[in-house]
């Protein structure tokens, strides 16, 4: 009995590995180059007032539908481009169902053209202007995946669907850790939609763009698109603990977290002897703060000694604040064999205070970057090697030697001198 | 200046390896091949986009972006990073205003230069110059005296009227670097140049060559330094030298010149 099913479990796992062994390879490769694929979703205003007429003659609709055509023509291949509109389907004056007209017109996904520039010609301008759930269901078409997100906002008009504030949608957005930009373009912006797509922008690490020219509009959500495509490191989210004894061990590399306003975020790094530990954080400002900040990053040992710090304080306007600290240990000889090595706690605080009226949760987003290399040996001297340089030393030398050709000279007469009296 | 030309001559005629103080001798790289220089600029520490001394980067931007650029410092090096920026025709009064921030992410002084400019309402352009202190290539870590390794430039507005916002301007940057050599030389140096990243780019580089991402894959032109060099060989050499011929002369001056009269020859 024993026997047999050894025998069944034994012809299944050769069975799963067969299979596994096979079907890998090819799913692996398939998945790689879509896993990491940069997203862009493009998500335009199809409000009514996208029928002004006040973008080099043409109406804004046009304008945008020109420059998309230039951007879908110049769009890099390995990026998934999706299209989704807001306020292209509801003509009427209900605002509940205006607030939810939000549609994809095109996919996330490889890009067809021609498709993309038929579905885009279809447009015309309609309804409301839910910017809010239109930034939700954006970000829900990117879900998923490991490369970079984008959400390039196309607006003429601040958000018509009150109380949700877009803004604080961006933000919600940002929370979630899943490293997605959004990027915002206002056609003809007055004071109160900069402030708005500003905001959106500030809040997700984007940026803003007034655009009053049809080429300007293309340009840049070419450059927005070809951004997209850069490749860069995407952060791992972690989360510290309010003490070092809980925190979370880190390897090389780099994180995410949030941290609110007053609350302390400590980690953990092993660092063997003879290896320098360099870590730098840099906690964003994705809101309204108030105009004088700090922030603190410390390494302690277990036991809470002070090993080293880095802090910085600013005040103004700011994307980030950041600092950093080195801490190289040096190797020891005394000791025989294997060494455990340290570990050493980092404690991070900032001290941002929210501007009244803003929201302070989720947390201020950190960014933590912490790099184990082999250490430096220590310096034995200020200058190099101990060598000297410069006119000083020069006639220093000079002199001594000098001195002692002297003496030397005097040295040999005098025993001469001896030598001759005996 | 003089002194060191003619130290360098000597150092050939002495025979020592002298390629590496001549190449650090010239104020900056020439490599200022301005048709590859990057158009573009990131827009955090994590999509800084990386130039090279003496390139100069230009980038299309709009007011409010906070755009962020890396460059390469190396030891004995004094970089200066100017910046210019463009601004729309019709604008209020608004500051700009360059940040230069470590490979540890910590904010570097700057010695002199502009590195805050208000541009009056209309003004055509705005620039900024930050001179750093000398790279050193070793210091304390409780110090944050400026590291061979990554830069970062933060280039932004940090005053401006609503109204200004998103407005189109085109920035330009360019780092170029004076040589302070051996007066800068110090003991020690670091194992790894403080380029972020660097403990988790090696291991992956060994395993396979793929374009992944890094953090930063910065380095100068010719490498960075070695640190063993400087003038200081030079100068403590010759200083041995001149006190060897000083030591012979004073010994001469106390023997008198020739044999001395009261040695009866054949002694």
Known sequence: MIRTQRLAVGVCALLAALTAGIAFPAGASADETTATAPKVDLVIDVSGSMRAKDIDGQSRMAAAKQAFNEVLDATPEEVRLGIRTLGANYPGDDRKTGCKDTAQLYPVGPLDRTEAKTAVATLTPTGWTPIGPALLKAAEDLDGGEGSKR??????????????????????????????????????????????????????????????????????????????????????????ADQCAKAPMLQSGLYTDREEFGQQRWYRVNVPDGHELRASVSAAADRQVNPSY??????????????????AAGNGRTDVISTGLRYPKAER????????PETVCLQVTHSFSAASGVKTTPGLPL????????????????????????WWLLGALILAGFLAGLVWGWLSRWRVAVWRTN | MRITRVLSATALMFGLAVAPAVADSSPSPSASQDGDAPTQAGTSFRTATEIEQGQTATAGASTGDYLYWSFPADAGQRP??????????THAAESWQIDVYDGLRRRQACQYGAQTRTAAAGAASVELT??????????????????????YIRLTVVDVPTSDLGLPVDASVR????????????????????????????????????????????????????????DRWVWTAIGGALAALAGVGGYALTRGSGRPRQVPPGA
């Open chain 1, 151 to 240: 959400i390039v906002l196309i607006s003429d008009g601040e958000d018509t669907c009150a109380p949700l504030d877009p803004c604080e949608v961006a933000r919600e957005i940002a929370a979630k850790g899943i490293g997605l930009t959004i990027d915002t373009l206002g056609l003809v912006p007055n004071t109160k939609l900069r402030q708005q797509l500003s905001c959106i922008a500030e809040a997700t690490g984007g940026t803003f763009t007034s655009v009053e020219h049809t080429d300007e509009l293309a340009d840049k959500v070419n450059q927005l698109v070809d951004r997209a495509a850069d490749p860069v490191v995407t952060p791992v989210a972690t989360t510290g």
């Open chain 1, 294 to 311: 700090g922030l603190l990053l410390r390494a302690t040992t277990e036991r809470g000694r002070e090993i080293v710090r880095g802090e």
């Open chain 1, 333 to 340: 000889e005394d000791v025989e064999g294997e060494v455990a």
């Open chain 1, 367 to 390: 960014e933590l970057t912490v790099d184990v290399v082999e250490g430096p040996s220590a310096a034995s001297d200020v200058a190099a090697f101990g060598l000297g340089r410069g």
């Open chain 2, 80 to 89: 200066t990073v100017k910046a210019t920026v463009k601004l729309p025709d």
């Open chain 2, 130 to 151: 930050c001179v750093l202190r000398t790279v050193r290539a070793w210091s304390e870590q409780w110090a944050n005296d400026p590291l061979p390794g990554t830069y």
């Open chain 2, 175 to 230: 780092v170029d670097s004076k040589d302070i050599g051996g007066s800068a030389a110090v003991d020690g140096s670091l194992a790894e140049p403080l380029v972020p990243g660097v403990a988790v780019k090696s291991p992956e580089d060994e395993e396979s060559s793929s374009a992944s991402a890094v953090l930063s894959s910065i380095e100068p032109e010719d490498g960075w330094a070695s640190g063993w060099w400087s």
